[in-house]
Structures are given as structure tokens and as C-alpha cells.
């Protein structure tokens, strides 16, 4: 005797749609849409020291956000009245950082995700070791 399985609605939907592939989209009013499969993509803001008490944060991924790194540098250089330069990704030749001198963690996340538009969960910021973090 054949068992017929019998399935509601809701059930095939929810089959159905852990079946597809995520995608986002990066809009900016002056460019077309960046269409990327997966979550959107985040921006990793890092607080490191360099020798002695020399601190520096780091900014990796503004790219997938359609930014130019570069035009980023000189902004932040000009907001926060300190060095800021640009490198490649050590491993990673084809992606760019932006390295601000100073421990700016609380600020450029505040920045980015006002001014820039970057989602606030799309920011993930990492103090390095013997780094406190800063008051507002």
C-alpha cells in the first residue's frame, strides 16, 4: 500500500526558500547597484599598537562598498586632523587599507556607519592587545 506524503503550505515555502542562495545589494544614489551573492559585506575596523605606544587603526573592505580608499584617506586625514595612508593587504594584493595614525575606533565607526551608510552590524571593530578602548 503507497503512503502519500502530504505536505501544507507552509512547509514547501520554507523547503523551498533554504534552498536559495542569499544575495544583497550595495545602492548609492550617483552609482548602479552591486549586486554580491551572500550577506553584505563587512568592513573591519582594527586598533593595533606598533612600537612602544604608537597606535594605528586599520580599515579593510570599504572597497565592496563602492568607496574609493584613497578619497577615504584624505577625508579621514582632514576630519581627524592626523596621518592616514593607504597599503595593500598583506596576502591580499588586489584589496586596499586604510591606515589612520591614532586610535580613531569609536569615531570612524560612528562615521562610517552615519556619513558612509554603512549598516552598523556591517562594522566590526577589534582593539588589538594592551589597547583600552576610547572614550567618547
Request: glycine share 8%; proline share 6%; net charge positive.
Amino acid at each position: 500500500v503507497p503512503v502519500e506524503d502530504t505536505y501544507t503550505h507552509e512547509e514547501i515555502l520554507k523547503a523551498f526558500l533554504n534552498k536559495l542562495t542569499h544575495y544583497s545589494a550595495i545602492v548609492h544614489p550617483d552609482k548602479p547597484p552591486v549586486i554580491k551573492s551572500g550577506g553584505l559585506p563587512k568592513v573591519k575596523l582594527d586598533v593595533l599598537s606598533r612600537m612602544g605606544n604608537k597606535v594605528v587603526s586599520v580599515l579593510k573592505g570599504m572597497e565592496a562598498y563602492g568607496f574609493d580608499v584613497k578619497d577615504v584617506a584624505r577625508e579621514f586625514q582632514k576630519k581627524f586632523a592626523c596621518s592616514a595612508s593607504v597599503s595593500s593587504v598583506v596576502g591580499q594584493p588586489h584589496l586596499k587599507e586604510v591606515v589612520v595614525q591614532g586610535n580613531w575606533a569609536v569615531e570612524l565607526e560612528a562615521h562610517l556607519t552615519g556619513s558612509c551608510g554603512v549598516p552598523r552590524g556591517c562594522v566590526e571593530v577589534k582593539l588589538g592587545k594592551k589597547i583600552k578602548p576610547k572614550r567618547r
